[in-house]
Each structure stands twice: as C-alpha cells, then as structure tokens.
C-alpha cells in the first residue's frame, strides 16, 4: 500500500500564490516521477508538472514561468510552488508517482485524493 498526504490548497485571490506538497508513504522502493495532475470541472484531468528522480522537470504551457516543481527524494515529497495564479487555475491538484514498490516489482501509478485549489476574488 502507499499513501499520499496532500497540503497546500485553498482560496486565493488572482495574483496570489500557494505551495502544494505531497508526500508518499507506505510500500516504496523506488520513486521514478512524481508530479502534479489538475481536473477543473467539466474538463478532463491534465499534466501541470513533473518531476523526475534525477529532479528533471516538465511543465504544461499554461503554467510555464509560474508554478515551480521541486522534489525532496530523501522524504518523498513533491512540492509546487503557484505563482500569479489565475481564475483558470482553479481545480482539484491531484499528487501523481509512479513507483516500484518492492525491488523486485516493475513500476505502478499511484494517486492521490487530491486537494481544492480556488482562485476568485
């Protein structure tokens, strides 16, 4: 099993800014990416940000040059940092890995439950 405690969400005015962090628990072996899922209502869920173990990054281009993804492999936590959010930034953060859970296991994708961030005057 492997756990994921989320933080960080909540209302914030246009401009604001916000810090998600998740961390993972639980049966881990090794973690290859962890990152940052977003599902608005009425639109699929989509990429924000990756980051791999080697702490290689990925944004969408909607939130290049304003959200900033960090990673802490020593407690398997991934942070993100939101900047200048924006109304269109509202929508569940969901905490994404993909992980091996035993050294002998090929690699599975684990969610989180996910955390409200709204973005309104």
């Known amino acids: 099993q492997v756990q994921f405690v989320e933080s960080g969400g909540g209302l914030v005015q246009p401009g604001g800014s916000l810090r998600l962090s998740c961390a993972a628990s639980?049966?881990?072996?090794?973690?290859?990416?962890m990152g940052w899922y977003r599902q608005a209502p009425g639109k699929q869920r989509e990429l924000v940000a990756s980051i791999t173990s080697e702490q290689s990054t990925n944004y969408a281009d909607s939130v290049k040059g304003r959200f900033t993804i960090s990673r802490d492999n020593a407690i398997n936590t991934v942070y993100m940092e939101m900047n200048s959010l924006k109304p269109e930034d509202t929508a569940v953060y969901y905490c994404n890995a993909r992980l091996r859970p035993r050294a002998w296991s090929n690699a599975n994708t684990y969610w989180g439950k996910g955390t409200q961030v709204t973005v309104s005057s």
């Open positions: 639980g049966s881990i072996f090794k973690i290859l990416n």
